[in-house]
């Protein structure tokens, strides 16, 4: 016998599990389509070299590989495979993984489907990714991430249509009290110039990230040691307090920025964004401080946290000049945003968001003996048609039998069918909430139901 | 720079595929919603131990191996690797393999679960499976089955409920010309009974199971061959035509089989589930040769095709009586069947069953200059507020330009902003099908879109 066990990290998701996650995947989706974008999907498997060197060494063995079918001890690196070098071997006898994220799976798709698409191309993507990451509080190996793209223009309308989604999105879950959090890329370099810290910008960027961990002591002595000087250190200071993103804060940051390049791409951006979410009261913060994913984002970031859910991240990202670049197609730019869907399950169930399940099937039927078991199929045929879900208990088990069943799942009303019933061409309907019954044809039973 | 490319087997589904498979998933899961079951996900990857052994010697060979992290060299079976014995270095490097079909981990659900699940369970479950096949027409690497199972009962009323949701799932889909064919493990064994064969069922399903592809001379002569005499041949050849499932066709069986409990047993629930399904007026055909997955079917056998179209089985099932015994949980039947969604979707495109791709995005909004592009921000929001999904065009572009992307986007409506819309407070609105234009009101625009 074997034992019914998962690999860590990975889960099964309940019937009652499965309709929030779906409340919740239908949310971004129906926000999604709101805003015009279509849907793609991309296979679970990646050429292994389609994924490798795109998230850092780390990144690299973090992702699950696919052993070769056939023998793939004879073609595979026999130097490696003598000096046991696990990490050597592997290209030579795993040619796929698994997605590690949907973004370069997508870089992918528009190279390889350029001809066939119109640009500006807006595309959402909801599937599940897979990490090989040690598993903690949410965090897990299979996950789903809900990705919205917009590639093939540089318009800032993009960004100002995902912070109206991140906002629709978060409001319709119950989440209203999100931080969304946006900074620039080249706001970032132009500190790194005010700072003096030109040549050493990941040096910057490395120790700002850290700000929530370590604390502004700790973010400044690290700088000091790298060599930023004290005004430079107090310039900076002043600069990463989280601030309301309104025309004040453009108008301090750029009085204290000095003056370069990065800082007027910077400040434009910004402020055309500004422009074009004005109207919509929605408010969202100037993290100056957050330095995600600097990577591949050349533009604005974002960041989405439920503040007191003791839950980092719930969603992030950011526009990118160049991601299709490393599959041939230059001078693409995009940008987009990723909803994690098992973190803000994780969020809503610990903060009690979800209404409770509704049970889709509306009612049972229950029956005493063989005639009214077949009445009873006839009735739920008749209710199926008219587009309501029910079932007819399978087993003949006494009635009592078949209430408990009905308790347990949940079946809002239960249908009895006895030799009354049938005599009158009527069912017992009893609201399984309140109690109460009544006698109805079945075109009440339907009008009842519907 | 690196080729876009996928892995053999695997594809790409864009915006156009993506709608027309989920016309065939929301339909087959509306209909199993109708008839009462809920929705489960198990994870992609299972324990390796968890798939082996489930689907045969070829089947394990087919099944796709996920190598383990970190040096999986350092624990690897060092017999194996010195031998560079591949097959048998696996579990050693690979301790998880991707889902091969849904049923296994179903039953590895319940057995997990049990204590959760009240029984009888009615779940569907539609996700994709991985099977490292040669690539051929109907066949992929990466493919989708839509699974429905009652598992917990006995009840023939199951099979009955799964006759009606093939019945309502082709129609629905446009495949009405859908043949359904049923079959009884018992059926097979009464016949290798009276053809004097009991002792020799495998060699038996084996032959007939071939009867498609080398006809009956070929299967006469590999029973022949194999020891059957004559009389025997003779008796199954009447046995083996494809009839109508109907009272005429149970006598028929009944006379033609010779005394024994597998007998009883096949006629005995072939007649119920008749009659259960009676009133329906759904035809469906008796197929004594019907032999699919005999290894763990032990009742009622389903397989589902689209006459005609060239490819074979785009659905099957059938009822088995213990699942869940290799996991532990012994005397548990269940009864199941399974869509293939990459099938259908096949046949459906060759048929030309689908209908033009519906856009989902009702309206562009194009623009002059940048107080135009403001205002049909403005405007945009107003109709998705009302539940209109609707595009601003994001760049500053000839307003042909903006058309042109409206044309091939197949938006059905492009909403134009000049100077003069801007101080009357309305739109221009054409409508891209039929050329015709108007000027509406903010309110009269959302009224002609909702």
Redesign the interface.
Known sequence: ???????KG??????EV??RR?FITTTIESVY????F??????????L??LTGKYGDEGD??L????D??????KADQEA?NN???NK??PS????G?RYDLTVPFA??V???QT?I?F?F??YQMQ?V?R?DRPQKGRY??FWQCDAD?IG???L??E?DFI?IYH?VFSTLGLGNYELRLNHRKALEAIAKTCGFEGSFTALTVAIDKLDKIGWEGVSNELLSKGMDHSGVETLKQLLNKVDFDQQALDLLSKILTDSKEKDIAIEELSTVL??IR??GIRLKLDLSLARGLDYYTGCIFEATIPGSGIGSVSGGGRYDDLTG???LKDVSGVGISFGLDRIYDVMLAADLFKEVEQ??KVLFCHFDESA??YG??LA?KL?EA??????Y??RKKINKQFD?AH??NFPYVAVIGDDEMANGVVQLKNMATGKQEKLTVTDLIERLK
């Not at 016998?1 to 690999?7: F, G, H, N, W, Y």
């Not at 389509?33 to 015009?36: I, T």
């Not at 279509?38 to 050429?47: G, L, N, R, V, Y």
């Open positions: 016998m074997q034992k019914a066990a998962l690999p990975t889960r099964d998701f309940s019937p499965m309709k779906k389509k709101k805003f015009g279509d849907p793609i999907e991309t296979p679970a498997m990646e050429k070299s389609t063995t973090l699950f590989k696919v052993l079918s056939g023998d793939f001890l004879a495979l046991k070098d696990s071997l592997i006898v795993a040619s796929k698994l992918r798709y190279v390889q489907n066939h119109t500006p807006r595309r599940p897979w090989a190996r299979e917009v223009t540089k318009s309308l993009c100002a109206k629709e422009g074009f109207s919509t490393i599959f041939g889709e099937t078991l077949l199929i006839n045929d199926r587009g309501i879900a029910s079932v007819v399978s087993d069943y347990k799942c």
